[in-house]
T-cell receptor, first 115, second 113 residues
Framework: DGGITQSPKYLFRKEGQNVTLSCEQNLNHDAMYWYRQDPGQGLRLIYYSQIVNDFQKGDIAEGYSVSREKKESFPLTVTSAQKNPTAFYLC??????????????FGSGTRLTVV | GEDVEQSLFLSVREGDSSVINCTYTDSSSTYLYWYKQEPGAGLQLLTYIFSNMDMKQDQRLTVLLNKKDKHLSLRIADTQTGDSAIYFCAGRGLTGGGNKLTFGTGTQLKVEL
């Protein structure tokens, strides 16, 4: 079955550490996205990529980095520069068609906690 | 860019209808979506409506779109305890490039017995 997989489900980070969240899709989608979710604040866009080897900053990119070396993969690194990283992180993918009905397909999320 | 607003909470009794409301600012929005998020999970697409439609019905779900007022609603008939979740509306406009959606803040629906 096609889908989008995030791992790990739970992640703990010590102060000053970088951690990388994995996102893999086998839907042959061109575009991929990373969101951060905090209670009562909805979804905030961190980074997105519409094609391999290209990505753009979203609304809250500071303290995060991404890469898009393969169509299937869009890992997110939470760096030590991100001062408040505890949150639920969601990865999504979509076709890059301008027309059509396509929304996003979401992964099941990674909960990151600073310890 | 687009702004999308929702009320934060809604509480209904089991068997009643639920109506979740959403307002958006970008009049060029082509598609509008409703997603459901259960605790600790990702978002699941429930339904969508194209901007040239006023209404779309899919089993217990009815979506109403008022383009003049930029208002979108999701009605859930015969609400069940399994409908308890956070519901997000999202819009895709012609600005911003690509297929990027703008999400509302989400409405927490609580279904009481």
């Amino acid at each position: 079955d096609g889908g989008i997989t995030q791992s790990p489900k739970y992640l703990f980070r010590k102060e000053g550490q970088n951690v990388t969240l994995s996102c893999e899709q086998n839907l042959n989608h061109d575009a991929m996205y990373w969101y951060r979710q905090d209670p009562g604040q909805g979804l905030r866009l961190i980074y997105y990529s519409q094609i391999v080897n290209d990505f753009q900053k979203g609304d809250i990119a500071e303290g995060y980095s991404v890469s898009r070396e393969k169509k299937e993969s869009f890992p997110l690194t939470v760096t030590s520069a991100q001062k408040n990283p505890t949150a639920f992180y969601l990865c999504a993918s979509s076709t890059a068609l301008q027309g059509g009905t396509y929304g996003y397909t979401f992964g099941s999320g990674t909960r990151l906690t600073v310890v | 860019g687009e702004d999308v607003e929702q009320s934060l909470f809604l509480s209904v009794r089991e068997g009643d209808s639920s109506v979740i409301n959403c307002t958006y600012t970008d009049s060029s929005s082509t598609y509008l979506y409703w997603y459901k998020q259960e605790p600790g999970a990702g978002l699941q697409l429930l339904t969508y409506i194209f901007s040239n439609m006023d209404m779309k019905q899919d089993q217990r779900l009815t979506v109403l779109l008022n383009k003049k007022d930029k208002h979108l609603s999701l009605r859930i008939a015969d609400t069940q305890t399994g409908d308890s979740a956070i519901y997000f509306c999202a819009g895709r406009g012609l600005t911003g490039g690509g297929n990027k959606l703008t999400f509302g803040t989400g409405t927490q629906l609580k279904v009481e017995l």
